[in-house]
């Protein structure tokens, strides 16, 4: 996704300090409607290596249903992508999303560290443990 559809996204929680007030349809089609700033898609294009995209479904950052679906559509067996339910921007369980809630929220994204040594075992020949 390119840089100006995260700014897109993140304006209509103003930055993660506030709950959107526009309808989550009316959100995404605004952010697919943008294709300014940085975009990635050339480099994401020749990337050939194996690949874990985990995104949090209440990030006020980046609009993880988008970015998944965009990342999904290069059609790569050998990417991952993951949407995890109740998780913000910063991996936290975050029922708001918002940035302010982090600081109350008491635990990371359960399973987020078990997944990523899973997907290490199988994809990078590194052991796996129990994390």
Do not use: C
Not at 6 to 21: D, E, F, H, R, T
Not at 47 to 66: E, I, K, Y
Not at 87 to 96: A, I, K, L, R, T
């Amino acid at each position: 996704m390119t840089v100006g559809q995260q700014v897109v996204w993140a304006s209509y929680s103003n930055g993660s300090i506030s709950l959107p007030s526009t309808p989550e349809s009316e959100m995404q089609a605004a952010v697919r409607a943008d294709h300014s700033q940085y975009d990635p898609r050339r480099a994401l294009a020749a990337m050939t290596q194996p690949a874990l995209w985990l995104n949090g479904a209440l990030d006020r950052q980046v609009p993880t249903r988008v970015n998944a679906e965009i990342l999904r559509s290069y059609e790569r067996p050998q990417w991952d992508v993951e949407v995890m339910p109740g998780v913000d921007h910063g991996f936290f369980e975050n029922p708001s999303g918002l940035f302010p809630d982090e600081a109350k929220a008491d635990k990371l994204a359960v399973g987020a560290f078990q997944r990523i040594a899973d997907w290490l075992a199988a994809h990078a020949g590194i052991p796996a443990t129990s994390v």
